[in-house]
């Protein structure tokens, strides 16, 4: 358990730091659970004053295809990307239309898997890559991360009754436990020398909604995932529950090629301003309602 967490802090506490340099807006993150802005110094205000907004650097903006913003996502995790019908909707459907719009482009959403979303960014195969993406390390070597949005911290989905009650049980039982392909969850749950279960216990899956299934059918004992889309699911289907989980805050951004340093730009001044005004706090309230 311990161990776990401390893996989880460096994880996180590294990721902050490079997150910190790869982009340049000063706007806090919202949290997913307090979407406020943070009290900006004198100074601050100053600088960001003489930065672009977002309509002055739209200019330089070249996509994969002119006019388009092309978002690669994943729409099985609620409340973020998810499908009402034939569409994609969700806080980062909702935000990346208001991006792309400051931008004077139309929003085209490809839904994908999510461990293809990073290397379709690096490859120009889509400009964006949106889809509660955690800001890691690794994942800053291969692609640029746009300012921090909203945060969410990993959980233990387990089936009600289950004799898991903590981390611990999980990770000291023989307990197999499902996680979406290439995601922090599957990261954390597959390194044993670092408090996780282990690559042999792991059951790798396309999307959180197949996990569920899986756990269901007990196929598998538990399953690792983001806290929203964990409560999403719980409350989606009946005889689930959540272990109540001590993790560490991860921060979630929109991934950007590193060959594209003016969309990187563009999309931090749109998301400054999208803080600013008001919008970014109003989207993560209307599927994250705190009242
Ligand atoms: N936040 C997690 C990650 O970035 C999961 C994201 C997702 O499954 N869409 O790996």
Not at 193 to 217: H, S, T, Y
């Amino acid at each position: 358990m311990k161990t776990f967490t401390r893996k989880l802090m460096s994880v996180i506490i590294a990721a902050s730091f490079c997150f910190g340099l790869a982009s340049c807006s000063k706007t806090p993150a919202a949290s997913t659970t307090a979407a406020s802005s943070e009290t900006t110094t004198a100074a601050e205000s100053k600088a960001s004053e003489s930065e672009t907004s977002a309509a002055e650097s739209k200019a330089e903006i070249k996509t994969v295809n002119a006019g388009k913003l092309t978002m690669a996502t994943n729409a099985t995790f609620p409340p973020y990307e998810f499908h009402e019908g034939e569409k994609i909707v969700g806080i980062d459907a909702e935000i990346a239309k208001a991006v792309a719009d400051k931008l004077g482009l139309e929003l085209v959403i490809e839904d994908v898997e999510f461990d293809s979303i990073i290397a379709g960014v690096q490859s120009g195969k889509y400009d964006i890559g949106c889809a509660g993406m955690t800001v890691t390390e690794d994942r800053l070597k291969s692609v640029n991360f746009s300012t921090s949005y909203a945060t969410g911290i990993q959980s233990i989905i387990v089936k009600e009754g289950s004799e898991i009650k903590t981390i611990d049980d999980l990770v000291k039982g023989k307990y197999k436990v499902g996680v979406q392909s290439g995601t922090t969850g599957d990261i954390y749950m597959s390194d044993a020398e670092n408090g996780g279960v282990g690559e042999d216990r792991i059951d790798r899956f396309k999307n959180g909604n197949d996990a569920v299934i899986a756990l269901l059918a007990g196929k598998i004992d538990a399953i690792c995932i983001d806290n929203e889309p964990a409560k999403a699911y719980v409350e989606a289907n009946k005889g689930l529950s959540i272990l109540s989980t001590p993790f560490t805050e991860e921060k979630y951004a929109i991934a950007i090629s590193k060959d594209n340093e003016a969309l990187l730009t563009a999309i931090n001044n749109a998301l400054d301003e999208l803080t600013k005004d008001g919008t970014i706090a109003k989207i993560i309230e209307k599927y994250i309602p705190t009242k």
